[in-house]
């Protein structure tokens, strides 16, 4: 499979005028993100970066917070009569008050400006625009007046925060399109910033504007920790200024065909210079030469895997997505929030474009770890360290506990408390577990036991600490409860029902659980791995204990039978945001194919019969199925059309009214409030309909089509193994893998009548239904069909 040539296969088009940004076409380098739009009179790109935040933080109240005891013990003597706490006026004023902060409209991702380049709509038109994925080159397209051709080529460099711009046609490079050039800083930016600093240079062909992003709230108290970012253009022909409102703008006098490049420079304000800085005239060698580091970034990327379906749908998804994926995150950027690095005016800033850590954050790098992308993953471990340390600080002095305890909601600029302390969202335990869990994932799929070291290691402990802490605590176990288990307690279960009267719907919620266990094992599994038993002996039988008396998942009878339910007490047919009742499934890793039995077959009921409102589920929901191998995949395919938007992304959208949301309330909300990151993950369904390994056993396309072929290229599996493989004709045809780490492999044996291991030592047939061999670090071993015994006559 030529990995790259498979990519050609899937640009994404538009064939007619694209002025909203929902319609324009989708740029990046993993900092630098930009959005193309074509007007009938002027194209206008808008730059956004993952780096450049309005990083003003309001953490007012501190003082009036207090502790979770003194908070908890307050909500105890709320009566348990009431529908809710909210009814209870000091919760009503506590709630508003530990909220306000969050109410501020920053932080916020900071809109970096647009660039328009008009042209005269009588003398020519714009007929639509492409992105060739493989290689990152967008192409803009327009019919001349005399009949001729001509297309605008746009690039971003993957090291520098440059966009190149050049306008060709058959014959080469032309001139006389474009007529004028603008820079406009956001029509939003907030009026108590600075002005933006203005500049234009006829001399030097280029234009400039600069924003200082301060970081005192009331924005006009300078700091040396205010940010600033600034934007140029530079063109190859000669420019003359013009009057402008709202930006800075110059007419373009054709003297050269059009050649240009627009820099992003963002950092601390005392960094990033004012006034107009002397850029390199662009020149048909530069051009060429970032090209050529754009194409050799996108082969790259392409090469870590590759994927070739009978279904063109799924494999377009695959790779469309996984192009937005490079587009929006790198590690040597801040890790993306929300909406990732695309914003303009207000898109982008809902829920202040931040960290949400019960998914959405959590989300998009599930993708990384099977498509091979790890190093995509080292964004948000970065951001996991950025929060550590108000993580430890609030798990000290408002719970008065060891540990870290990992927030609801925060950002990348600096934080002393937690964002949104509020208890209703703000006490949900699971995130503490969740937010860790994709680093022990890292280290599964890598065997990178430096990493584990360095780098997943502390931060994994420190949730350990506080969950055992959390549940030793004397009001989870004891008489009280009727039992001798350690419970979760108080908790939130994710999006739904809040704190409650009486807390009769706040203990051992099923995330809470399984996330737990789910991180209680892997530390345990790390100590053993780093050969520190002795060292973290205390904490490892604190563990240990409260594993042996663990809470039983809570379940209901469904019209399905049995399925798992999100707390004690609930009623199988509650509508969910997000899908709490197979979080079993994933991502507790408890239950899926591997599961016999009764366990199997309630979680399998709980998918079957679970309701979701809609908005987040539609990765999430799906993986669950293609666990289960019941994914439905025509069905997939059609939410999926549902949630597709013009420029090939998918928002999220509304279900299902009957939970939180009315009849009346529009289907299409999320739709226009940004580029949704979290839906870039994808992909991961697609991969686990082909391989999966999660139980470090290798199973072969277990929810695939038998009808469909496939093949698949180095996607990566735990044990650091690069797995191939080909089916065709309703069976798997060949498997080849590269063991990085030398690890144990273990596969389920694909072929009835055995399968032939090709290993260096030599050939061997295999028989049993899980095959366990022994490998070496960059071995490659290759798995064929072997030939059915003939019984002797």
Not at 316 to 329: A, K, P, R, T
Request: hydrophobic share 40%; net charge negative.
């Amino acid at each position: 499979m030529n990995r790259n040539e498979q990519a050609k296969r899937h640009p994404i088009s538009y064939d007619k005028p694209a002025p909203d940004f929902f319609e324009g076409a989708l740029m990046g380098n993993g900092g630098l993100g930009a959005v193309v739009t074509t007007r009938p009179d002027a194209v206008v790109i808008h730059f956004g970066h993952n780096n450049v935040w309005d990083i003003r933080i309001a953490e007012n109240n501190q003082e009036k917070i207090g502790t979770f005891q003194d908070v908890f013990e307050q909500l105890k003597q709320i009566p348990q009569d009431l529908d809710t706490f909210r009814e209870n006026e000091w919760y009503r004023e506590y709630c508003d008050m530990t909220a306000e902060n969050y109410s501020k409209p920053y932080p916020r991702p900071m809109p970096c400006g647009s660039l328009l380049l008009g042209y005269d709509r009588r003398k020519a038109e714009v007929l639509g625009h492409k992105i060739h994925i493989h290689n990152g080159l967008c192409e803009v397209y327009f019919k001349l007046e005399a009949g001729e051709e001509a297309t605008l080529q746009l690039f971003i460099e993957p090291e520098a925060d440059r966009m190149w711009m050049q306008l060709v046609s058959p014959e080469g490079g032309v001139g006389g399109l474009f007529d004028r050039v603008k820079l406009i800083p956001d029509p939003d930016t907030p009026k108590e910033l600075p002005l933006a600093q203005l500049a234009v240079e006829a001399e030097r062909s280029q234009l400039s504007f600069r924003q200082t992003l301060p970081w005192a709230p009331e924005g006009n108290e300078r700091d040396v920790k205010d940010k600033a970012f600034r934007l140029d253009v530079r063109v190859a022909e000669d420019i003359e200024a013009m009057d402008t409102k709202g930006g800075v703008q110059a007419k373009l006098l054709q003297t050269e065909p059009f050649l240009a490049y627009v820099e992003l420079t963002e950092g601390l304000d005392a960094a990033v210079a004012a006034g107009l800085q002397e850029l390199e005239v662009p020149v048909e060698q530069g051009v060429a030469a970032a090209f050529a580091a754009c194409e050799n970034n996108w082969t790259s990327y392409w090469n870590c895997s590759g994927v070739s379906l009978g279904d063109e749908f799924l494999e377009q998804i695959w790779y469309w997505n996984l192009y937005f994926y490079h587009c929006s995150v790198k590690p040597e950027a801040t890790c993306p929030g929300l909406f990732a690095n695309w914003s303009y005016r207000s898109i982008g800033s809902e829920w202040h474009g931040d960290y949400h850590m019960n998914y959405n954050t959590q989300q998009p790098f599930w993708l990384a770890f099977s498509s091979n992308h790890v190093d995509k993953h080292l964004a948000y471990v970065n951001m996991v360290d950025h929060i550590l340390p108000v993580s430890r600080k609030w798990a000290s002095e408002y719970y008065g506990m060891r540990g870290a305890y990992y927030p609801h909601s925060a950002y990348p600029v600096e934080m002393n408390i937690m964002p949104y302390p509020v208890p209703h969202w703000g006490w949900e335990v699971c995130e503490t577990p969740w937010t860790v869990q994709s680093l022990w994932w890292h280290y599964l799929y890598t065997m990178d036991r430096d990493f584990l070291a360095d780098r997943a290691f502390v931060p994994i402990k420190e949730a350990v600490l506080f969950l055992t802490d959390y549940m030793r605590r004397p009001d989870t176990h004891g008489e009280a409860w009727g039992d001798d288990r350690y419970h979760i307690f108080p908790t939130v279960v994710p999006e739904l029902y809040e704190l409650t009267p009486g807390f009769k719907k706040n203990y051992d919620c099923l995330v809470d659980l399984t996330l737990t266990k789910f991180v209680f094992h892997a530390f345990k599994e790390a100590c053993e791995t780093l050969g520190i038993e002795q060292q973290e002996e205390e904490l490892l039988g604190s563990v240990q204990e409260i594993l042996s008396k663990f809470p039983e998942y809570a379940t209901a009878e469904s019209q399905r039978g049995t399925v798992f339910v999100s707390v004690p007490g609930e009623d199988a047919e509650v509508v969910y945001n997000t899908p709490n009742g197979i979080m079993t499934i994933f991502p507790g890793e408890e239950h899926g194919l591997h599961s016999t039995g009764e366990a199997y077959q309630t979680a399998l009921n709980s998918y079957l019969n679970h309701r979701n409102e809609g908005g987040n589920e539609l990765v999430f929901y799906h993986l669950a199925g293609a666990r289960m191998g019941h994914l439905d995949l025509g069905k997939f395919k059609r939410q999926i059309s549902y949630c597709l938007l013009p420029n090939g992304t998918c928002t999220d959208r509304v279900l299902l009214s009957g939970g939180r949301y009315s009849d009346t309330l529009s289907f299409d909300f999320m739709r226009r409030v940004g580029i949704w990151f979290e839906n870039f993950a994808l992909p991961v369904v697609i991969n686990e309909c082909l391989l999966q390994s999660y139980n470090g056993i290798l199973r072969l396309f277990p929810n695939w089509p038998s009808e469909q072929d496939a093949e698949f290229a180095t996607l990566r599996a735990v044990g650091a193994f690069l797995v191939s493989a080909s089916f065709s004709g309703g069976e798997v045809q060949w498997v080849e893998i590269e063991s990085e780490a030398g690890a144990e492999l273990r596969f389920y044996n694909p072929w009835e009548h055995g399968a032939v291991c090709k290993q260096a030592s030599g050939d061997v047939t295999v028989y049993d239904d899980i095959v366990h061999l022994s490998t070496s670090p960059g071995e490659r071993i290759r798995l064929v069909k072997a030939k059915a015994q003939v019984a002797a006559s």
